[in-house]
């Protein structure tokens, strides 16, 4: 950790608790997202203009807009994110990432605000680029912020009620669009909402910032680049560097696999249930939204734990996301392969949504301890770009492309049956990304894990309390993970055996005592500080002392 890391972390500001930024981050990300679900809801989007209805309603009918351009508004916030990101992701390292926050925060309160104020498709069409823009400093930013201060023992968790106000929030915002516009027309659902969030901008304004490790907090910063080629090439560099660690290659191509089913879940999935088994086109939008919601939930939730149980390594968090893509895709295959009524159908997609979301905090791990700090959030800017660029973009009306295909190609009344095969078919990406991900779970037991070396060793120490069924020194005859202990010498480690970094800074297998937890931890040394924890082939000596120094020794 650099000097400037240091002093950040040893002066917090007086407001600061770690479970306290949880809630302020958890409370902005479901704000943010419920203006991703408002702008969709049939309150706030309404209907075009028609014979049935002259006026249309809300959005599309105040406005006259056709299906087109009303689809321009989702791809002019997805604009401004995506040049945005990177912007932010950079800028951090010249200004507080606290500030740049509510910099951010800022413009998507006003922006947000100019959206209910629009006064014709073009002014809406630019707040929504704006709103984009101003989300993309908290996409970027707010992540990194709690891997560095979430408990280490039970950070997969905490990542995993972050990331679960995603499909909360989205879902929040169908109901309250649909409700508010109801009430008080659609324009006071955004300048509801704009209100909302004022208070989160204020704060980060007016409080003493928090640091985060590789952001620049205070005053200017002489290193900072002074012309738009300079900013640019550093950006270029920057990125070469996040994309030279093959764990961050290999996290992205199962990523965007995965994003891209998800995608045509999210936009085809009501109209597929309500082809396939005559349901009214309100019934399928309920039971499939509450459906992600509920699996959202669950799933985020029981991937965080399920992470810090088995031991947050890179390796675990890769096997993780691979089995429940598999996992999920047996159960969505035989949703729509073998089902014949829609309560197995249903049933079974609820099942394989849940496998699915149990990846959401395995996968924002990867993406934080796969690039050293500074690089956390551009690393996490360019997996959001690859992913909606590659994944959830195009997916959608390539399916659309696919179903139109076989429908033209079926017979008289079987276009409805259609939508189990165009399903099934894009289903089976999720195999790929499987794949990608059991892969990668190899290969990143070599992998550089950049946690600082006492976050690695208590989620060790937390696995080996997990499997150990809370024990403290284990009882003989028990295999068990590398133990955090107090011994500081014995070859430069940090007295955590298991992740002990410098130990025999060469290749082999390493095993030692650590102090308080006696035991022995078998290390696989790659001579690159990321040695993942695998299990002892021996119990340590009961006599062990807490203040014993590690005795690595190499087994031949």
């Known amino acids: 950790m650099d000097e400037d890391d240091q002093r950040g972390r040893s002066g917090k500001p007086a407001w600061f608790t770690p479970g306290r930024l949880l809630a302020i981050f958890c409370a902005t990300n479901l704000i943010v997202y419920l203006d991703r679900g408002l702008i969709a809801s049939n309150g706030v989007n309404g209907s075009p203009r028609s014979e049935e209805l002259p006026q249309g309603s809300g ?36 200004t507080s990432a606290f500030r740049l926050i509510g910099a951010g925060m800022a413009t998507w309160a006003a922006a947000t605000a100019g959206c209910g104020l629009a ?57 309250f669009g649909g409700v508010v516009a109801g009430a008080l027309g659609w324009r006071a659902a955004f300048l509801i909402e704009s209100a909302a969030v004022l208070p989160f901008v204020a704060f980060c304004f007016i409080s003493r910032p928090l640091h985060l490790a590789g952001s620049h907090d205070s005053g200017p910063d ?123 159908f249903i049933a079974l997609f609820a099942a394989g949504e849940l496998a699915l979301f149990t990846l959401q905090a395995p996968v924002g791990a990867i993406g934080m301890w796969s690039v050293p700090p500074p690089l956390r959030p551009l690393a996490i800017s360019l997996t959001t770009v690859a992913i909606h660029l590659l994944g959830d973009v195009p997916s959608p009306p390539l399916l659309g492309a696919l179903q139109s295909a076989l429908e033209a190609a079926a017979p008289p009344g079987g276009a409805d049956a259609q939508w189990r095969v165009s399903m099934s078919l894009v289903s089976l990406l999720l195999a790929g990304s499987g794949a990608v991900f059991l892969h990668a779970a190899r290969a990143a037991r070599t992998a550089p894990d950049y946690r600082r070396g006492e976050e690695r060793a208590a989620a060790a120490a937390a696995a080996e309390a997990h499997h150990l069924g809370g024990g403290g020194g284990g009882q003989p005859g028990h295999r068990r993970r590398g133990s955090a202990g107090s011994g500081g010498g014995g070859g430069g480690g940090s007295g955590a055996l298991g992740y002990s970094e410098g ?54």
């Open 222 to 344: 002489p290193s900072a680049p002074k012309s738009l080629r300079a900013v640019a090439a550093e950006l270029g560099r920057d990125a070469a560097a996040v994309a030279s660690h093959g764990a961050w290659r290999r996290m992205v191509g199962g990523y965007v696999l995965y994003t891209a089913v998800l995608g045509v879940y999210a936009f085809w999935g009501p109209k597929a249930g309500k082809a396939i088994y005559d349901m009214p086109g309100e019934s399928a939008d309920v039971i499939f939204g509450g459906v992600t919601v509920l699996t959202g939930v669950l799933g985020s939730l029981g991937g965080g734990a399920a992470l810090d149980a088995a031991g947050a390594t890179l390796a675990n968090a890769n096997l993780l996301c691979g089995v429940s893509n598999l996992v999920g895709l047996g159960f969505v295959l035989s949703a729509f392969c073998l089902a014949r009524n829609f309560a197995a």
């Open 503 to 556: 130990v025999l800074g060469g290749s082999g297998l390493l095993v030692g005592s650590a102090g308080a937890a006696p035991g022995a931890g078998l290390l696989l040394g790659g001579g690159n500080g990321d040695r993942q924890p695998l299990l002892d082939p021996e119990e340590g000596s009961p006599g062990d002392s807490a203040g014993a120094s590690p005795q690595p020794r190499r087994l031949t």
């Open 119 to 175: 006064r014709g498709f073009w002014s809406l069409l630019l707040c929504r680029a704006a709103v984009g823009v101003g989300e993309a400093s908290f996409v970027a930013l707010a992540a990194p912020f709690i891997d560095d201060y979430a408990p280490p023992a039970r950070k997969a968790r905490w990542f995993a009620a972050f990331y679960l106000c995603i499909p909360v929030g989205f879902a929040a915002g169908y109901i």
């Open 59 to 94: 959005i599309q009918g105040e406005f006259g807009l056709t299906n087109t351009q009303d689809g321009f508004l989702a791809t002019a916030f997805l604009v401004g994110l995506l040049l945005a990101s990177p912007v932010f992701s950079e800028s951090c390292k010249h």
